[in-house]
Nanobody
Framework: QVQLVESGGGSVQTGGSLRLSCIAS????????MGWFRQAPGKGREEVAT???????VYADSVKGRFTASRDNAKNTLYLQMNSLKPEDTAMYFC??????????????????????WGQGTQVAVST
């Protein structure tokens, strides 16, 4: 089992930045494919980014050029640097992990159903 705990959410104005963190504990295998997802009120869970064990990333078109995912395998920590934030980025952000490397082999972020470990989420609110 893997436990994931996100932190770093908050409220910012349009154009601001936030850095989310996700610490993994339990059976942490650095081969895990990890990802960030978000869910706005009344909407489904949306893929944001994935990152494989080597640090290769895939981003949703909506965040390309603004968000950067990274990971520190020695610290079992996943990060999401979010710059140039927009009101439409407002959502609960979740980190996720899967032991299946195939989830990190797609050209676009894969669906949430491919991930079997989830954190509790951290809220991001962007105001105008």
């Amino acid at each position: 089992q893997v436990q994931l705990v996100e932190s770093g959410g908050g409220s910012v104005q349009t154009g601001g930045s936030l850095r989310l963190s996700c610490i993994a504990s339990g059976y942490t295998d650095i081969s895990y494919c990890m990802g960030w997802f978000r869910q706005a009120p009344g909407k489904g869970r949306e893929e944001v980014a994935t990152i494989d064990r080597g640090g290769s990333t895939v981003y949703a078109d909506s965040v390309k050029g603004r968000f950067t995912a990274s990971r520190d395998n020695a610290k079992n920590t996943l990060y999401l640097q979010m710059n140039s934030l927009k009101p439409e980025d407002t959502a609960m952000y979740f980190c996720a992990a899967t032991g299946w490397d195939g989830a990190c082999s797609t050209s676009t972020p894969p669906p949430s159903a491919w991930f079997n470990y989830w954190g509790q989420g951290t809220q991001v609110a962007v105001s105008t």
